[in-house]
């Protein structure tokens, strides 16, 4: 990503399968991916917080089903 570009992203799970898509493109489909149990959303942090990104964001979406990987698709679009 660069500075000052317009990323729509959006990560689908459920305890068989993670998606990503980027601006209506997917990533390869995990099968493998362990998930853990989820009490907290942190934005801006990489995987052990030590790092704090910088950005704006204009919307959260969260449901609390996994959307599929189409409908993941069309949503960052």
Known sequence: MTPNQLVKLGLAYSAAS???AANGTLSVVDTSAAIPTVSQMQLFANGDFTAIGNGRIRRVRY????LTNAE???LTT
């Open 18 to 20: 993670t998606v990503m």
């Open 63 to 66: 449901f609390n089903t996994r």
């Open 72 to 74: 993941l698709q069309a």
